[in-house]
């Protein structure tokens, strides 16, 4: 068994980064691609491996020489690599086809070098390794037939997104056996490329193939194998997430992303927050409908942004904004108040960190509860109050009653208090909780209710907030730190619709309450978990072992996916032991609680 390595193309795409070198030479957290790949040979047994190079192939060459380990490496040059595609490399390459069992890759991958040795240990002689098909891939697919058969290749222009849960990509890994090379693909690949000319791509030759009434080209379908082909600098980003050297680097790499998630399908994201139940398939059919609409359409500015979102909670729209999410109303309040801001800890960080840090009052409850009487007295020491209810990242939440009697002893005294109900719809206290409504904003002038939409109602990619105050000298003031246009079309469109669907929100609100309570009580029969008692859609949760919540996160995320928030080092929190965790749907939640327990086991 020998290996084909394409590496002739100039990776334009990856700008500076091809600049001055050819694409295998890419560095992936300290090591090349090419090293990747050749490490992943020698360690399945490859000796011989040719490589057909181009752009900077004496870098190449310099680098790697005639001998990398135990693999001997043989050199052959597309001198005219700029005016081909990889066909024609293959096709440079055909002589040494005809010779041996042979391993085919391009040189823009990366992957697990068990990846290698499961395709040479397969027992099926000519396979193509592919991979179910997913939002980030691009390139050719596959169909297949019984027995793991390819029964067709579909190329780009014949992409059709209805059937994509049938489709399977291309991994752009190969083994072929002499037989097959020397009676089928060779032959082909040399009448393709004499008919079609130099500007294809060898996979077309596999396509013509798949059409004869028998082939024997079969799918080594990857399940838990990582791989990634890197074309952009934001594929070398993600790369370098996926493939990080060890499991707290990788940790370190994907919070820093700050969200982004889709781009990592195996991911189950217990750390960003967003209500599992809703929208409903109809809502998200109807959104879909008119997709094409809304992408090639400018949205409204703020004023009809304004009026929806005081339809939606029947506020006057000259006492409420529309923001892109909370995070912008938060920046633009903070711009316009002035005075100093009591802060309860452990806190949702874009508060404190849009106020200027001379600004802040700290209060670190004891037990991380606190009431209204703790909150009157935490009051005195600053000109306004902080109060997110239910709390993050905690969940302790203060009845409306309560709030509404600390609101009456702060407008005596001339204080302001900024009220952050972005999970109160999860609260299952009797009565409403919510003080957004018009007939409390007009009696307060001292409050301010702020909301995150995308929590709630589950649409954190649309980006949707609202601010709201019956002080309207306020409300100018903060509109002007805000872009006129600053909500997009869908965002637009789902305030637009979303009066239909109240019911069902609601309906979600209370299926989230019922699951909340559910897994809360696995959650702490596992028997190394306190969990504290939440009103939102989390939970708080103390590690009771000699283990660090850094040290479960990097677990989880490293044998499992699985992505949990480590608390450890937030303002307000004591130690390292303190974990948040987002209630998902069931199915995944249980997920979370069986990994835990196994976890717990092995202790």
Not at 226 to 247: G, H, L, M, P, R
Not at 314 to 334: P, T
Not at 462 to 476: C, P
Request: hydrophobic content about 40%; some cysteine.
């Amino acid at each position: 068994m020998q290996a084909v390595i394409l590496a002739a193309g100039m990776g334009n795409r990856l700008g500076k980064y091809t600049k001055d070198n050819t694409k295998c030479m890419l560095p992936i957290n300290g090591r090349t691609l090419i090293e990747r790949a050749l490490d992943a040979l020698d360690i399945g047994g490859i000796r011989k491996c040719i490589m057909v190079v181009g752009y900077k192939k004496e870098n190449v060459i310099a680098f790697l020489g005639k001998k990398y380990k135990n693999i001997s490496i043989e050199y052959v040059s597309n001198d005219i690599y700029n005016k081909t595609n990889n066909i024609y490399s293959l096709y440079l390459a055909k002589d040494y086809l005809l010779q041996d069992d042979t391993l085919l890759l391009e040189s823009d991958l990366i992957f697990e070098e068990k990846l290698i040795s499961d395709m040479l240990q397969n027992p099926e002689p000519t396979i193509a390794a592919v991979a179910q098909y997913e939002s980030w891939m691009d390139g050719t697919v596959v169909k297949l037939a019984d027995d793991n058969i390819i029964a067709s290749f579909i190329p780009k222009k014949i992409f059709n997104y209805d059937e994509k849960e049938t489709y399977y990509k291309t991994v752009n890994i190969y083994k072929f056996s002499k037989e097959f090379l020397r009676n089928i693909y060779v032959p082909f690949l040399e009448a393709y490329s004499h008919a079609m000319g130099n500007n294809e791509y060898y996979e077309q030759v596999l396509r013509v193939i798949t059409t004869l009434d028998q082939h024997e080209l079969k799918a080594f379908i990857l399940t838990r194998q990582k791989w990634y082909e890197i074309d952009d600098i934001q594929d070398k980003n993600i790369a370098e997430v996926i493939f990080s050297d060890t499991a707290s680097e990788r940790l370190n790499r994907i919070t820093k992303c700050y969200g982004g998630y889709w781009r990592f399908p195996r991911l189950l994201d217990f750390c960003y927050l967003v209500n599992p139940y809703f929208p409903t398939k109809q809502m998200f059919n109807e959104m879909k409908a008119y997709f094409t609409d809304l992408i090639a359409s400018y949205p409204s500015g703020l004023n009809t942004q304004n009026l929806l979102g005081g339809k939606l909670f029947g506020i006057d729209d000259s006492a409420i904004l529309v923001g892109n999410g909370a995070a912008e109303l938060i920046r633009a309040a903070a711009a316009t108040l002035r005075g100093s801001l009591g802060v309860i800890y452990p806190t949702f960080n874009e508060y404190p960190e849009s106020f200027a840090e001379n600004k802040i009052v700290p209060l670190i409850p004891e037990g991380f509860s606190y009431s209204k009487k703790d909150l009157s007295i935490f009051a005195e020491k600053c000109d306004m109050l902080l109060l997110i209810n239910p709390d993050n990242p905690t969940g302790n939440c203060i009845p409306a009653g309560d709030i509404l009697d600390l609101l009456d002893e702060l407008k005596t005294k001339n204080k302001k208090l900024i009220l952050d109900e972005s999970f109160i719809d999860f609260c299952d206290f009797d009565g409403e909780s919510s003080l957004l409504k018009q007939d409390i904003l007009d009696k307060y002038p001292n409050l301010i209710v702020i909301r995150s939409l995308s929590k709630s109602f589950g649409v954190p990619g649309i980006r949707l907030g609202v601010l709201a105050s019956g002080d309207k000298e306020f409300i100018k003031k903060t509109r002007s730190h805000i872009p006129i246009w600053n909500i997009n079309s869908f965002g637009e469109y789902f305030l637009q619709i979303i009066g239909k669907y109240i019911k069902d929100y609601r309906f979600s609100c209370t299926e989230l309450i019922r699951e909340r309570e559910r897994f809360k009580k696995n959650l702490e029969n596992i028997g190394f978990l306190k969990v504290y008692p939440s009103q939102a859609n989390y939970l708080f949760c103390q590690i009771k072992s000699n283990i660090t919540a850094r040290e479960l996160a990097e677990h989880l995320l490293e044998h499992n996916d699985i992505l949990i928030k480590d608390l450890a080092g937030k303002k307000g929190i004591p130690d390292a032991s303190y974990i948040r965790i987002a209630v998902r749907g069931k199915e995944d939640n249980d997920k979370l609680t069986n990994k835990l327990m196994l976890f717990y086991k092995q202790l």
